[in-house]
């Protein structure tokens, strides 16, 4: 039996789940969380097999949360589930140690290939995600600025444009306002930006924001 922990701060996204998952024979849902934190502090209490991890959540957020579980429940095999299908996500998850990769407009018999492959030991990119990481490696220029950005500056860049502050991201990744300033003004820079509205316009441009289908 594989035990799946779901990470998703929709309801309606982790109902939609649990009933595929709990109709297929070998698959066993173990418990459902609405953010980061509530998953790290699931898994310390009790490891699942595979954990489907959504990345934009209120809070920490998936990419933390992914780090962290990583580093206390190495076992645990993390697919992160999200809508963001462009790079540099999708690298910047597998290279933190994530097990797998799925945008959210997955069919379900891919999420349980996804996850009977991750729970074998092997790693999981959609074929058309694992295309476009390869081609990108052949480009003479990185027209993705996004590319340039750390992993804690990814972060902080979806707390931005998701419309977080300051304070609020400061308290949620237990950093102070100075060190978080100090993050933003040098992915400004790299980005060639001067505010939060020009960086969420340039995070639209290269389609990095999640958009919701009505």
Do not use: W
């Not at 929709?10 to 459902?32: A, D, F, M, Q, Y």
């Not at 009790?46 to 429940?73: C, H, N, Q, W, Y």
């Not at 490696?137 to 998701?162: G, H």
């Not at 993050?183 to 509205?197: A, I, S």
């Amino acid at each position: 039996m594989i035990n799946v922990l779901l990470v998703d701060d929709h309801h309606l996204v982790r109902v939609g789940i649990n009933r595929i998952l709990t109709s297929v024979k070998g698959l066993s849902v173990v418990g459902e969380c609405e953010t980061g934190e509530e998953a790290i502090k699931f898994c310390r209490n009790s490891e699942p097999d595979v954990l489907l991890m959504d990345m934009d959540m209120p809070g920490m957020g998936g990419l933390e949360a992914t780090k962290k579980i990583i580093r206390f429940a190495p076992d645990v095999k993390i697919i992160v589930l999200t809508a963001h299908s462009e790079d540099p996500f999708p690298s910047k998850v597998m290279q933190m140690g994530a097990a797998g990769y799925l945008t959210k407009d997955a069919g379900p018999d891919e999420m349980i290939n996804a996850i009977r492959a991750v729970h074998s030991g092997q790693r999981y990119l959609p074929s058309d995600i694992a295309q476009k990481i390869a081609l990108n490696q052949f480009k003479a220029v990185d027209d993705n600025p996004f590319n340039s950005l750390s992993d804690r500056e990814l972060q902080i860049m979806i707390m931005i444009t998701r419309g977080d502050k300051v304070p609020s991201i400061s308290e949620h990744l237990s950093l102070s306002t100075k060190t978080i300033n100090s993050y933003r003004y040098r992915m400004f820079e790299k980005l060639g930006v001067g505010n939060d509205v020009e960086l969420t316009h340039l995070a639209i441009r290269f389609g990095m924001l999640k958009t919701e289908k009505l």
